[in-house]
């Protein structure tokens, strides 16, 4: 199957190309996605975010462990610990409003990296779910890795 999409950020394989195409084809089963791959818990709520990118305009798909606070859903840009931001934050930091897919429901949200002290609130909430983040954390360097809230748009 080819990617209808020109993607700039996500893979063009591995398993977030994989994990990409299940949306795309079975939204329902792709939302729990089998974390223990890379040593979680196992299955774990995902989500799909939609970014433009700032620079290309192209669009960019991305699948993301998230966890329900407050009015919003939390996500981490983490970039498995890499001493970079992924491009997906940087191109959403340039949007007003992004798309987020939550298994089959698809809608707009805002966007807001969260500061202390709420962000070490989030984060610790985040590694209980899935406790590589802190390794992540630790590879990153002296990169402090964005919490980021969605808030859906009604």
Not at 134 to 154: E, F, Q, T
Request: aromatic share 10%.
């Amino acid at each position: 199957m080819t990617d209808p999409f020109n993607f700039i950020e996500a893979s063009a394989n591995g398993w977030v190309a994989e994990h990409r195409k299940l949306y795309a084809e079975d939204p329902k089963t792709a939302h729990l996605w089998d974390s223990s791959i890379f040593g979680g818990p196992g299955p774990l709520p995902t989500l799909l975010l939609t970014t433009i990118g700032r620079k290309s305009g192209k669009i960019s798909l991305m699948p993301l462990l998230y966890s329900e606070f407050g009015e919003g859903y939390a996500i981490i840009a983490s970039k498995g610990g890499d001493a970079r931001h992924p491009g997906w934050y940087h191109n959403l930091q340039a949007l007003e409003v992004v798309k987020v897919q939550i298994a089959e429901e698809i809608f707009q949200a805002t966007t807001r990296t969260v500061v202390n002290p709420e962000r070490q609130v989030i984060w610790e909430q985040m590694v209980t779910m899935y406790p590589p983040f802190a390794d992540y954390k630790a590879s990153a360097g002296n990169r402090d890795i964005p919490v980021i809230m969605l808030k859906r748009i009604d």
